[in-house]
């Protein structure tokens, strides 16, 4: 009789480990696709001349920094 609830659990433990793993493999390929649109809007604004190239060079920094 416990064997079956054994089972049921072993299933649900196995299940908890698959969503961890695929969560982590989501966030990877979130965080590297989030850090190269970041990285791409901090080389358009130091491209930018809407202010002096020092304060565009900063708003890049400040970009990057923003990076995971």
């Known amino acids: 009789m416990h064997e079956p609830q054994l089972n049921v659990w072993e299933k649900a433990l196995g299940w908890r ?7 982590q493999i989501t966030n990877e390929v979130t ?3 989030r ?13 930018m001349q809407a202010f002096e190239k020092d304060t565009m060079a900063s708003f890049a920094v400040y970009v990057r920094s923003l990076k995971t």
């Open 17 to 23: 480990k698959r969503q961890m793993i695929k969560g």
């Open 35 to 47: 850090n190269d649109a970041l990285e791409e809007v901090a080389r358009e604004i130091e491209k």
């Open 31 to 33: 965080q590297k696709i």
